[in-house]
Every structure is written in structure tokens, then in C-alpha cells.
């Protein structure tokens, strides 16, 4: 039986080591004049950069920067929107992380419009966007977020009422995602490990959603294979280019699957928190996924209501136990311990160290949304799953 679904749109995904040479004769297809928007740091300091600049200008490319230091908040969209409103710009390029990517695709929704982007933020403003932007190209240098191939912008402000929301519309979704692994092999270890949990909790939230289809579990296996092949590797040894090609297809693929499964409750959590502290978006995810899935596997087995979601946490650890013949019981606690053992490995932080204390905890699971879960968790479950990362 196939489930009924809905598949959204993907842009025209590029895949190659070495094309982001090609950006500048892509870029000029689209006219002279872009806003480039890159990261802090180490975009511009890469051997790749001063030879992009060069051939921008070779192309006759005029470009202007801006750089994003962190995640993007309304004031720093607001401001380059209101820089650039009268000009005429053709395109907007974002080469960095997934904050990068989402400053670019905000920047580019929101140029000639009038209204602050907080108007436009689920959940925050009381306005619909229209979905008219300009042309937009992703080049996505870590292997986390998924956003060059996703129809959001995650926005944050951060503080006591402070939020972490999307900027959201089908027509959102870049023109071209320009996927060079090479890219990615500056990434530090530590930006490489929490990046790469994103993507892996982005995969299993995907697969376990209750709006999971054959299409995203099909799509996430893949993924999966290319997690278990290249995670680690690609943590241990930088310079290791065929793992990072392996991150690079399960980061794209994980941006695919949520944007037609949904995400679980990790991403409540990193939502709730991350709009309370100054904490990278990965870190949150990397270092709750163990203990929530953890929590998921124990209230599915209670409540017996999912028995599909367990089955297919018996596929998971399968496929990463790399063992036959086992019991169902076997392979699901086997996935949840290969789980605390990547935490382990990649010596992710706990929550403490970001500021969060004991008493902010209610209000944290209070806030924390929790859609598409494989199993309804109470409020003493979200609990303990931050306790347990709080150390």
C-alpha cells in the first residue's frame, strides 16, 4: 500500500568537487550585479575565495558582501535589506553554513519589500509572504542544515523572549544548489561533528515522522548509508575528500526529507532553545539526539500505538550494527547505544556550558513544539531528555 503524500519542489541541484569555479559564469546568466553572503571567517580566508573574487570580476560580475557573523537575527536582515533596496540587484548568492544559507535566502525574500522580516515569521508576524524574490544560489560549505535544498530561512533572536523561527514559502526554495564537497574541507572537527548530527538527527526525524512517505524513507536510506560511511571518517580526518563527498549527499539529502516529512523532538528542542541561548544549532541537536531517541524507543514500547516506527529503529540498527540475524530488540537498543557513542566520540558538549541552568528547564519544555513525532512525549519526557544533557 502506498501511503498518499505530497513532494516538494527541489532546486536544480549541481553536485560536483570543484564547481563552485562555475558559479561565476552561472551568476552572470542571471545579470551583473549580486549580493554575495558569506560567513565571518572562513569563506574569505580559503584558497578558494580570492580566485572566485578574481573571476567574478573577470566575468564582469559586480559583487557586494555581507558578511553574517552568526545566526541570523531580524536586525541584520532588516539592515541589509534596507541597504540594498534601491539598487538594482540581480541575484543573490550565500556560500557558508546553514545560518549563511539562511541569511541569503531571508535577504532575498525580503529586497523590495517595506516590512520588517519579523511581519513574515511563522508563528511571529501576522503576514503571509507573497513568495516573489529574487533569484537565489545556495553553496553550502558545511554538511549540516540541508538548506540549500529547503523552502525556510530559520531566523533568531535571542534573549529571555527571544525566538527561533521560519521565513517560509514554496517559492523559497534556491534556484540552484551548488554542492561542492570540496568546500567543506576547511571545516573544522568540531563544526564538522555538530554539523553532521544535524544532518543525522534531520534523517532520522525524517524517517520516523509521522509524515514520513516511501519517497522521504527511500531518500533517507540513502542518506543513512552515506552517514554510516563517511561521519566519522570525514570527523577523524579532514582532509578525507571522499567522506566529506559522503556528508555533502546526506546533508543535501536530509534537507530534501524534512522538507516533505517534518522534523521530531530534537528540533522542538533546538527551536526552544536556540532562541533562548546563544548556542550553534548543531551542538543543540548533536548533543539531545541520543537521549531523545532514547526516550522515543522507551514510550513507543509502552504505549505499543507505533509498532512502524520501531520497526524501522530495528532497520536503523541494522543497517549501522552491521550485524544478521538478530532480534528486533537487539538491533533498536544496539542504534540508541551507537547513538551515546557518537556523542561520546565527538565530545559534544552538554547544555550547561551554553548558560542553561536547572531552573530554566520548565520553561524550555513548556515551549518546546513537538510535531511529527513518532510518539507523544509528556512534559516529564522532555524533561529528562535535558536533564540527562544537562551535566
Known amino acids: 500500500m502506498v501511503k498518499p503524500f505530497q513532494f516538494a519542489r527541489v532546486p536544480k541541484i549541481c553536485f560536483k568537487n570543484g564547481i563552485i569555479a562555475e558559479l561565476p559564469g552561472i551568476a552572470r546568466l542571471y ?15 580559503s584558497r578558494h575565495a ?6 567574478f570580476e573577470k566575468a564582469g560580475v559586480g559583487y557586494r558582501v555581507i558578511s553574517i557573523p552568526g ?12 541597504r540594498f533596496n534601491n539598487e538594482e540587484i540581480n541575484l543573490v548568492v550565500g556560500i557558508g553554513g546553514g545560518s549563511v544559507l539562511d541569511a541569503g535566502k531571508a535577504i532575498s525574500a525580503m529586497i523590495h ?43 533568531s533572536q535571542i534573549g529571555e523572549n527571544g525566538f527561533k523561527r521560519s521565513l517560509r514559502h514554496d517559492n523559497l526554495v534556491p534556484d540552484i544548489a551548488l554542492v561542492d564537497p570540496e568546500l567543506t574541507l576547511n571545516c573544522p572537527p568540531d563544526i564538522t ?33 552515506s552517514i554510516k560511511s563517511s561521519l566519522k571518517r570525514s570527523y577523524t580526518n579532514g582532509d578525507d575528500i571522499e567522506a566529506r563527498e559522503g556528508m ?21 528542542f533546538a527551536s526552544s532553545i536556540g532562541g533562548m541561548y546563544n548556542i550553534p544549532h548543531g551542538l543543540v541537536c548533536g548533543t539531545l539526539m541520543a537521549s531523545s531517541n532514547e526516550i522515543n524507543v522507551r514510550e513507543l514500547r509502552k504505549k505499543s500505538s507505533n509498532p512502524a516506527a520501531l520497526k524501522k529503529y530495528s532497520v536503523l540498527g541494522e543497517l549501522f550494527l552491521d550485524e544478521k540475524g538478530k532480534t528486533d530488540d537487539y538491533y533498536i537498543d544496539g542504534f540508541i547505544g551507537y547513538l551515546h557513542k557518537l556523542t561520546h566520540k565527538f565530545q559534544l ?16 519544555c513548556a515551549i518546546t513544539e513537538v510535531k511529527n513525532n513518532p510518539v507523544k512525549l509528556a512534559l516529564e519526557d522532555l524533561t529528562e531528555i535535558v536533564i540527562s544533557r544537562l551535566l
Do not use: W
Not at 349 to 364: N, W
Open 31 to 45: 545579470g551583473n550585479k549580486i549580493i554575495l553572503v558569506i560567513g565571518k571567517n572562513s569563506f574569505v580566508q
Open 50 to 55: 580570492e580566485k572566485l573574487f578574481h573571476d
Open 71 to 82: 545566526e541570523p537575527s531580524p536586525d541584520i536582515i532588516d539592515a541589509t535589506v534596507k
Open 113 to 155: 519589500k517595506s516590512e520588517s522580516v519579523i511581519e513574515f515569521l511563522e508563528g511571529i508576524g501576522k503576514k503571509d509572504h507573497p513568495g516573489t524574490r529574487l533569484p537565489y544560489i545556495a553553496v553550502p560549505t558545511t554538511s549540516g542544515t540541508g538548506s540549500e535544498a529547503t523552502k525556510n530561512a530559520v531566523i
Open 193 to 225: 561533528a555538530a554539523s553532521g548530527m544535524d544532518c543525522f538527527t534531520q534523517l532520522i526525524e525524517a524517517y520516523l515522522s509521522d509524515k514520513s512517505n516511501q519517497y522521504t524513507d527511500a531518500l533517507a536510506i540513502e542518506g543513512f548509508k
Open 248 to 268: 555533502s549527499f546526506a546533508a543535501l539529502t536530509s534537507g530534501i526529507c524534512l522538507a516533505n516529512a517534518g522534523l521530531g523532538v530534537v528540533h522542538g
Open 349 to 364: 558538549p552538554g547544555l550547561k556550558k551554553y548558560g542553561i541552568e536547572e531552573k530554566d528547564i520548565e520553561l524550555i
